[in-house]
Structures are given as C-alpha cells and as structure tokens.
C-alpha cells in the first residue's frame, strides 16, 4: 500500500508574521467585531488564513493581518510604522485596502462616500492588493450571513448603512472580484455568502 507523498507548504511564513500577529493584537487587542464581544483578531486572523489559502504570499498574509490597522487605528502615521516594520509593498498593500486613513476617526467621512470611493479604487488597484481585499470582503460576508442566522433581521441595525447599501456594497465587489480575475476560491465564496445575506429581508 502506497503513502500519499507529503507536501510542502506554498509558502513558508517567517518571523515577520509572528511579528506582524503580534503587532495586529497590539493594535487591536481592545476592540471587538461591530454588535457583539467578539475579539477583532478572530477577523484578522480569518482573513489572513482566506488568504493563504488563495496561495497568497507572506507579504499577503501580513497585509491581511494589518489591513484595517491603519483604518481602525491611528491612520497614516500607523501606515507610515507598518512600512518601517514590515516594508513598503506591504504597507502599500494595506493602504489599499483602508478606506480613510484619518488619524482622528471622527473625520472620517460618511460611510456611503468611504465605500463608494473604495470600490473605485479597487477596480483599478495592483493585482496582489485584490487577493487581500477579497478575502476581507469574504470574511465580512459571511460573518453578516453567521449574524443573520443567529439573530435573524435586527443584525442589519448595526452598520451605519441600510440592507440594501450593504448588500450594494457587496455585489459591487464581487463584481470587482470577477473583473479583476481575483482568486476563484474568493470568488465563488463571496457570491456564496451574498446569495445568503440576500435571503434575510430588512424585518422580521
């Protein structure tokens, strides 16, 4: 009886992404998913698993860690550390995917206007930017779709938009996903997780 041969690994993550698991819980470590008590590294780490499972690189996978670093945490001089830490394709990978990098986040603009130019500029941003971005989106979506389950239509109270701005604001990025060739396994998970969210109406 033959053994199956083993593998290696696609990538072979190093010290820096210790590093960057730390710096993200650092970071982050006082704040929890949007309406529940849930640690916000669950997200981070979710999206930088997506990610190496799409056959993402190790700048990747620590981009995925850090993406909303900037965003949630101190804007650009936050940015700035991260290409010191962690060098300039990661740093420019996660300003990609930060949709304000307001250091004070009451200056943030209105979520329609945030969202709106995101998308922009993801359909026309670097190819090793998409992988990460969608694997954010994914992880989102199909926590939206866990909320849903568990707590039925009052889940789409807490965001700062309407059902049909969040679901807007998904298919816009799938269809970016589609156009711009990201990963199947993204893909196909996203329109998985949309067609879910899609079911739930605004009320019970």
């Not at 830490?85 to 990609?96: H, M, Q, T």
Request: hydrophobic share 45%; glycine share 4%; proline share 2%.
């Amino acid at each position: 009886m033959s053994k199956t041969a083993r593998l290696d690994p696609h990538v072979v993550l190093t010290e820096q992404y210790s590093n960057a698991v730390l710096y993200a819980s650092t970071l982050h470590r006082a704040q929890t998913r949007k309406g529940n008590d849930i640690a916000y590294m669950a997200h981070l780490l979710g999206v930088s698993s997506l990610v190496l499972e799409a056959r993402g690189d190790e700048d990747q996978a620590i981009a995925a860690l850090l993406h909303d670093a900037a965003e949630d945490q101190g804007g650009q001089p936050t940015l700035d550390a991260i290409a010191v830490k962690f060098g300039d394709r990661v740093s420019r990978i996660v300003g990609a995917c930060s949709d304000s990098l307001a250091e004070d986040r009451a200056m943030k603009e209105s979520w329609l206007v945030r969202k709106t130019h995101h998308i922009s500029k993801l359909a026309v941003t670097d190819d090793d930017v998409i992988i990460v971005a969608m694997a954010d989106k994914v992880h989102n979506a199909r926590a939206i779709v866990s909320d849903l389950s568990i707590h039925g239509p009052k889940t789409w109270q807490k965001f700062n938009a309407s059902r049909e701005q969040i679901l807007w604001y998904y298919t816009s990025n799938l269809l970016v996903a589609q156009e711009r060739r990201a990963p199947r396994f993204l893909v196909d998970a996203l329109e998985r997780a949309l067609a879910e969210m899609s079911d739930f109406p605004d009320t019970e």
